[in-house]
């Protein structure tokens, strides 16, 4: 019988590249094997062949594939639930072809002899073959189950690593996905057991830094479930790779181990005193490991992560696993390919390509890659330049990642400005409106450079531009930011950024975007979550992410913006087809506060009430308060400050409720908005859009929006008088302040009492508003200077 048409291969039969015959686990097994001198703990696999097999033979494709068409809504998780569950009892009941089932039997006895035991045990693993599956761990679950003994019990547990194929997590992967369940096929990967008195991991490259000049080595007592988990803090071993010495060693106190008992079943122990704190490899071990892993490197030719274990036998270490690690391989191939950029040739020759308008100033050279699919974000690499027709929410994993961007529309209040601004990196929008596309005049590949000061990318990298680059970056000080009695916030969205702006002399955040965490961090529609009952999944990540920012800015305050995600932006979340209408117009349709209190959303707005109280409470950030935005009514204000007493979030004198001004209502109306929250804080974005009926979002009307206008400043001052009769306050969040100086004196001159602006204007407004406050003092000894509703016609 050949390969192809075997039931079993032992692992000495594989190779890496016979990943459809036996899966990515099963060949990597056997790779080790037949190609290394690595001690790898021997064995045999099931094939695609048998899994094929045993579906034909019992007649279960048909039955499947019958159970499948049941499933007409992926999204409804009670009949995927039931489905799954039907096929997967289906092949657990299922009795194995007899001939596949002795071959099994025969590899097991095999396997026996080879270790010098009649029954020994033996770990069974899940092994997806299906190579059009870009993540096959997470569409086969991997199962794997330990300490099996008996070729009986062995031949169930492979049936039940084949079941796994139709998990509800595959099933509804596949189906969103486009691919065939039936093209799938599962190896089954039966593998000796080592008995770990001491285990752990080890990699060749340092998971924090990135520095792959060493080989790091953690392990602890027991079997290696305790490292992998975080249970027990390991001992540490770093090893040089050139000269193979111990550089570094950490021995902790490993004070309890997972063991293993003769009847096969695994116990928690306490480690007594003496042993817990004593090393737990031989220094020979550790060089014998650092050994091992150099070569599974320089085998595979990448940054490899491995699991070892010492059997308690007879002291051999085994590698029971390896595969490799992707996120510093990613990363150092791109840091590799900045430095062949750098080193390209440069130019002193300014030949426009496109132009647009200066969206979030700053210059930077390099390589463009141009994207007009979304599907196409996940290709974008660090440091490249985004080029693409315009952004949204979900695309800000790429954003992160750039070194500048350019968008063929979109104006100074679009998303690519917005988060352009937020993020530092230099940004042109609306080349459309200025020139012809820049998605069409700039091929994907070309070395450019974006001037977004002036609003130009030019043809090749600017020689004046790249040296300044190629400078190291200077140390942020900063010195002598004067005290004002007009607060100065910030605006913030990504939490990974509050550490490294949080050195900057701002009064606390004004605006923490929601959002960020959302398309950043959990990609998934809060319904969604709950209904696949991961409702903590997502409190966890939110009060993550504010966490970051309170404890960053602490004690300052921290105004965090209840989601404002429009229906449109809703429906890219994973899941958020079946939860979101589709309106002709989102901007002005299904957002913000209307939200909050209607049945259909109810629901996912407690996870955000649920994500605060955590943070306040358990992590005790008292710092963080609340905004409600896009609140049309009155009534909806208290309704939905009503909602948050009725879960714990009580306006107090340390909990306070701002109010985000972006409608014309809540200008109008102030005097008894004010009766619900503590103060508020100007979207002069969408509040300049709806004075002046101009879609802040069309390039086309960009020059009728301007938050300069007579009518939005007489709206602002407006506010700030019959809000400060209440004795609330008045802040301003939107990007005026950020971009235009003037309008920041206007603000300053009528009384806001804080402003909130983007990190890089930070110092510069503290010290205008300085200058402003003296000029005020003075004016009003003179008895000169109070704003009058006419005069600021600039």
């Known amino acids: 019988m050949n390969r192809e048409n075997a039931y079993v291969l032992w692992f000495d039969e594989l190779r890496r590249e016979d990943v459809a015959l036996v899966g990515g686990k099963s060949s990597s097994l056997g790779e080790m094997t037949s190609s290394t001198n690595v001690p790898v703990p021997y064995g045999f696999a099931t094939t695609a062949h048998g899994y094929r097999y045993f579906m034909e033979q019992t007649g279960l494709e048909s039955r499947i594939k019958a159970e499948l068409d049941k499933l007409d809504d992926v999204e409804n998780s009670a009949l995927l639930r039931e489905v799954c569950q039907n096929i997967r009892d ?139 988990q975080g249970t027990v803090t390991p001992d540490n071993f770093t090893v040089n790779k050139k000269d193979m010495k111990i550089i570094n060693r950490m021995i902790n106190d490993k004070n309890i181990s997972l063991v293993r008992r003769p009847e096969g079943d695994c116990v928690e122990e306490i480690v007594p005193p003496e042993k817990a704190k004593s090393q737990v490899i031989t ?184 040296k300044k680059a190629e400078q190291p970056a200077a140390q942020q000080v900063v010195e002598n930011v004067p005290v004002t009695g007009t607060k100065v916030y910030m605006n913030l969205g990504d939490p990974d950024l509050a550490e490294k702006y949080g ?40 009060a993550e992410g504010m966490r970051k920012v309170c404890q960053a800015l602490a004690p300052r305050q921290v105004v965090v913006r209840l989601s404002d995600f429009k229906s449109s932006e809703y429906r890219d979340l994973k899941g958020g087809d079946k939860y979101e209408p589709h309106e002709s117009s989102a901007l002005l349709g299904w957002r913000g506060a209307s939200r909050y209190y209607d049945p259909k959303y109810a629901p996912a707005f407690l996870l955000e009430l649920q994500a605060i109280r955590k943070v306040r409470e358990e992590y005790g950030f008292k710092n963080l308060q609340v905004m409600i935005p896009f609140c049309r009514t009155v009534k909806e204000a208290e309704e939905v400050t009503r909602i948050m007493a009725e879960n714990g979030l009580a306006r107090s004198a340390d909990f306070k409720v701002w109010l985000m001004a972006e409608i014309p209502a809540n200008i109008i109306l102030a005097d008894q ?50 809000a400060h009769k209440d004795g609330k306050t008045v802040s301003i969040c939107g990007q005026a302040p950020s971009v235009y100086p003037e309008f920041c004196e206007f603000l300053v001159k009528s009384g806001i009492d804080s402003i909130s602006v983007n990190p890089d204007a930070v110092v510069s407004t503290k010290k205008m508003v300085a200058q402003l406050e003296q000029r005020i003092l003075l004016d009003a000894v003179t008895g000169r200077g109070r704003v009058d509703n006419n005069e600021l016609e600039w």
């Open 283 to 466: 220094d020979e071990q550790v060089l014998e490991l650092a050994t091992y892993a150099k070569a599974i490197e320089k085998h595979y030719g990448c940054y490899m992560d491995m699991e070892w274990g010492v059997d308690e036998r007879d002291g051999k270490i085994w590698i029971l696993q390896a595969r490799p690690e992707t996120v510093w391989s990613r990363k150092n191939k791109d840091a590799k390919l900045a430095v062949e950029e750098t080193a390209a040739p440069t130019t002193t020759t300014r030949e426009i390509v496109v132009k647009g308008l200066p969206a979030s100033p700053g210059r930077a050279a390099g390589k463009a890659h141009v994207i007009l699919d979304p599907a196409d974000i996940d290709s974008f690499k660090e440091g490249e330049i985004l080029v693409t027709t315009m952004t949204a929410p979900d695309w800000v994993p790429a954003m992160k990642k750039a070194k500048a961007i350019v968008t063929d529309a979109g104006g100074m209040t679009c998303h690519a400005s917005i988060v352009s601004r937020e993020l530092g990196i230099p940004c042109i929008v609306g080349t459309k409106s200025r020139s012809e596309e820049g998605t069409k005049r700039i091929s994907d590949g070309q070395l450019i450079t974006v001037d977004a000061t002036n609003g130009i990318v030019y043809d090749g990298m600017l020689e004046e531009v790249q």
């Open 673 to 722: 908005f004010n009766k619900f929250v503590d103060g508020y804080s100007i979207g002069s974005n969408d509040l300049t859009m709806l004075i002046l009926g101009c879609d802040r979002d069309n390039e086309t009307v960009q020059h009728i929006y301007d938050e300069r206008n007579l009518a939005v400043r007489r709206a602002v001052r407006h506010l700030i008088e019959v």
């Open 90 to 228: 289906m092949i657990c009941k299922e009795e194995m072809p007899a001939d596949l089932a002795q071959a099994i039997r025969d590899g097991y006895a095999e396997l026996g002899k080879k270790v010098g035991e009649d029954n020994p045990f033996v770990a069974v693993r899940s092994s997806a073959t299906a190579e059009d599956l870009p993540d096959a761990s997470f569409a086969g679950q991997q199962d794997t189950y330990l300490n099996v003994r008996g070729a009986d019990v062995i031949i169930q547990k492979v049936k039940e690593c084949y079941a796994s194929t139709f998990t509800d997590r595959a099933t509804y992967y596949r189906v969103k996905q486009g691919f065939d369940h039936m093209t799938v096929a599962l190896s089954a990967a039966i593998q000796m057991m080592v008995f770990s008195k001491a285990a752990g991991v080890m990699f060749t490259v340092d998971l924090v830094t990135g520095n792959d000049e060493n080989i790091l080595i953690e392990g602890s007592w027991g079997l290696g479930e305790y490292v992998v």
């Open 503 to 542: 050195v900057l002399p701002c009064d606390g955040i004004g605006l923490m975007r929601e959002e960020f965490i959302w398309t950043t961090f959990i990609h998934e529609h809060p319904l969604h979550l709950i209904e696949t009952g991961r409702s903590d999944f997502a409190v966890d990540t939110l």
